[in-house]
């Protein structure tokens, strides 16, 4: 039986989100501190780039991805989308980071849901 990884992806991409609240949390409450430049973290595609997502598939094709090695951090960097600085010097607008709060809100929710699907799927097999 081979191993299913779906879990795995589905773990990466849970702590991802995480530290994606923890920057946006943080922008939220720095928004009238003086100076504060808005943060971002790196998108989950390149963290995938990076990731032994499958303890490596066999790659039988020199056309295959090959992985690089994992690098379990998460990159968090000045947020270049928020490009309005106050006359504080304050990079952070309220109203970007309450959508990007929305948008890691779906993710989870979209998470949960796949994991909870292939959860059933499994028991189902196994059951019969």
Known sequence: MQPIHLFNLAAKQAHWLSVRQ??????????DTPG?????????SQVLERANVSDRMAADDPRHFVDDTMRNDVAVAPDQ????????????SLSHELMESTDIR???????SIVKSFHQMMM???KS
């Open 22 to 31: 923890d920057v946006v949390a943080g922008n939220v409450a720095n928004t």
């Open 81 to 92: 989308a928020n490009v309005a600085i106050k006359p504080s010097g304050n990079s952070v």
């Open 36 to 44: 504060y430049e808005a943060r971002e973290v790196e998108p989950f």
């Open 106 to 112: 779906r993710s989870f929710e979209l998470n949960t």
């Open 124 to 126: 189902m097999a196994v």
